[in-house]
């Protein structure tokens, strides 16, 4: 069975920093590109990065670039957003995501349960 | 960036009724790679159409997806209880990939 877990998230102040952290499971981790989503309070879906299957390639929303550094560790089946400079406006659940397919250009298949962030002073 | 725009908002509907929701893309949507997703209160959500019209497993054979270009469409077509949710389009053809506003169907 296919599973994501997200962790990581929290209350942090405007400016801080957190490292989401998303432990997969259930499928060969190293053979999918792997997506970070989040969803504001009461908010549609917002897609925010990609890192293809091996890690080398990184794709960013430009409302995050700059800010967010997606990786992934593919000898531990982990996925990692680290957020800087966070604004209240990125009070968001977080969600990871699996590709469909192998590589990217594919919809998400799988979806971790989600991590709150909430960015206040 | 490919925006994607839903409509109605809101839709109000009794069970056992056919549900269409449409969802308009200010560029073409290349290799029409348009998917739907469907979302429930506090859960994920769940990939219910991919490529326009392919359903993803488990699917029941009451969703149905069409369109291509900047025109698509998502049909429900015999409300269930559990079908009452909230609906997304994205597209996954350019590298930023984009989700419209989401269409909540409600229980009339």
């Known amino acids: 069975e296919v599973q994501l877990l997200e962790s990581g998230g929290g209350l942090v102040q405007p400016g801080g920093s957190l490292r989401l952290s998303c432990a997969a499971s259930g499928f060969t981790f190293i053979s999918y590109a792997m997506t970070w989503v989040r969803q504001a309070p009461g908010k549609g879906l917002e897609w925010l990065s990609d890192?293809?299957?091996?890690?080398?390639?990184?794709y960013y929303a430009v409302s995050v670039k700059g800010r967010f550094t997606i990786s992934r560790d593919n000898s531990k089946n982990t996925l990692s957003l680290q957020v800087n400079s966070l604004r209240v406006e990125d009070t968001a659940v977080y969600y990871c995501?699996?590709?469909?397919?192998?590589?990217?250009?594919?919809?998400?298949?799988?979806w971790g349960q989600g991590i709150l962030v909430t960015v206040s002073s | 960036e490919n925006v994607l725009t839903q409509s109605p908002g809101t839709l109000s509907l009794s069970p056992g009724e056919r549900a269409t929701l449409s969802c308009r893309a200010s560029q073409s949507v290349r290799n029409n790679h348009l998917a739907w997703y469907q979302q429930t209160p506090g859960q994920a959500p769940r990939l219910l159409i991919y490529g326009a019209s392919s359903r993803a497993t488990g699917i029941p054979d009451r969703f149905s997806g069409s369109g291509s270009g900047t025109d698509f469409t998502l049909t429900i077509s015999r409300l269930e209880p559990e079908d009452f949710a909230v609906y997304y389009c994205?597209?996954?053809?350019?590298?930023?990939?984009?989700f419209g506003q989401g269409t909540k169907l409600d229980i009339k």
């Open positions: 994205q597209q996954y053809g350019s590298s930023e990939y984009t």
């Open positions: 890192v293809s299957a091996s890690g080398t390639d990184t």
């Open positions: 995501a699996r590709h469909f397919y192998g590589s990217g250009f594919s919809p998400f298949d799988y």
